[in-house]
Protein backbone atom coordinates (compact mmCIF):
# COMPACT_ATOMS: atom_id res chain seq x y z
CA UNK A 1 0.00 0.00 0.00
CA UNK A 2 1.50 3.15 -1.08
CA UNK A 3 1.41 6.08 1.26
CA UNK A 4 -1.25 8.29 -0.60
CA UNK A 5 -3.69 5.28 -0.48
CA UNK A 6 -2.43 4.66 3.67
CA UNK A 7 -3.76 8.30 4.30
CA UNK A 8 -6.82 8.51 2.45
CA UNK A 9 -7.72 5.10 4.36
CA UNK A 10 -6.69 6.33 7.58
CA UNK A 11 -7.49 10.16 7.30
CA UNK A 12 -9.77 10.62 4.06
CA UNK A 13 -8.99 12.83 1.43
CA UNK A 14 -8.23 16.24 2.21
CA UNK A 15 -5.15 15.18 4.35
CA UNK A 16 -4.06 12.95 0.96
CA UNK A 17 -4.55 16.47 -0.92
CA UNK A 18 -2.79 18.49 1.30
CA UNK A 19 -0.08 15.80 1.27
CA UNK A 20 0.14 15.65 -2.15
CA UNK A 21 0.23 19.54 -2.84
CA UNK A 22 3.17 19.70 -0.29
CA UNK A 23 4.96 17.05 -1.79
CA UNK A 24 4.76 18.88 -5.62
CA UNK A 25 5.90 22.11 -3.62
CA UNK A 26 9.15 20.77 -2.04
CA UNK A 27 9.77 18.86 -5.72
CA UNK A 28 9.51 21.87 -7.01
CA UNK A 29 11.83 23.89 -4.38
CA UNK A 30 14.44 21.11 -4.70
CA UNK A 31 14.38 21.41 -8.14
CA UNK A 32 15.13 24.77 -8.05
CA UNK A 33 19.19 24.64 -6.69
CA UNK A 34 19.38 21.36 -8.61
CA UNK A 35 18.57 23.15 -11.82
CA UNK A 36 21.12 26.23 -11.00
CA UNK A 37 23.85 24.16 -10.15
CA UNK A 38 23.45 21.31 -12.52
CA UNK A 39 22.29 18.82 -10.96
CA UNK A 40 21.77 15.46 -12.82
CA UNK A 41 21.01 13.70 -9.53
CA UNK A 42 19.57 16.31 -7.69
CA UNK A 43 17.13 17.30 -10.38
CA UNK A 44 16.40 13.15 -10.90
CA UNK A 45 15.46 13.35 -6.96
CA UNK A 46 13.14 16.78 -7.47
CA UNK A 47 11.65 15.11 -10.41
CA UNK A 48 10.77 11.66 -7.95
CA UNK A 49 9.59 14.36 -5.46
CA UNK A 50 7.03 15.97 -7.90
CA UNK A 51 5.77 12.92 -9.41
CA UNK A 52 5.33 11.44 -5.96
CA UNK A 53 2.47 14.82 -5.26
CA UNK A 54 0.99 14.09 -8.66
CA UNK A 55 0.69 10.44 -7.91
CA UNK A 56 -0.73 11.53 -4.55
CA UNK A 57 -3.44 13.90 -6.39
CA UNK A 58 -4.68 11.37 -8.45
CA UNK A 59 -5.02 8.50 -5.80
CA UNK A 60 -7.20 10.73 -4.25
CA UNK A 61 -8.64 12.95 -6.94
CA UNK A 62 -10.44 9.99 -8.76
CA UNK A 63 -12.42 8.46 -6.28
CA UNK A 64 -13.44 11.64 -5.19
CA UNK A 65 -14.61 12.97 -8.67
CA UNK A 66 -16.42 9.76 -9.91
CA UNK A 67 -17.78 8.13 -6.60
CA UNK A 68 -17.45 5.72 -3.88
CA UNK A 69 -14.45 3.35 -4.99
CA UNK A 70 -16.23 0.07 -5.70
CA UNK A 71 -18.42 2.03 -8.15
CA UNK A 72 -15.31 3.06 -9.80
CA UNK A 73 -14.23 -0.67 -10.27
CA UNK A 74 -17.50 -1.50 -11.73
CA UNK A 75 -17.53 1.78 -14.01
CA UNK A 76 -14.03 1.11 -15.14
CA UNK A 77 -14.85 -2.81 -15.51
CA UNK A 78 -17.77 -1.99 -17.66
CA UNK A 79 -15.98 0.58 -19.79
CA UNK A 80 -13.28 -2.08 -21.06
CA UNK A 81 -16.10 -4.39 -21.38
CA UNK A 82 -17.60 -1.89 -24.25
CA UNK A 83 -14.08 -0.93 -25.35
CA UNK A 84 -12.67 -4.90 -25.99
CA UNK A 85 -16.31 -5.32 -28.00
CA UNK A 86 -16.01 -2.65 -29.87
CA UNK A 87 -12.75 -3.28 -30.63
CA UNK A 88 -13.26 -7.24 -31.55
CA UNK A 89 -16.76 -6.28 -33.75
Do not use: Q
Not at 23 to 45: E, M, N, Q, T
Amino acid sequence: MGHANWILRRYGYKPVFIWGLCLYAIGALVAWPCILHRSFGGFCAAIFIIGNGLGSLETAANPYITGTETLVYLMLGFESGKLLKHWID
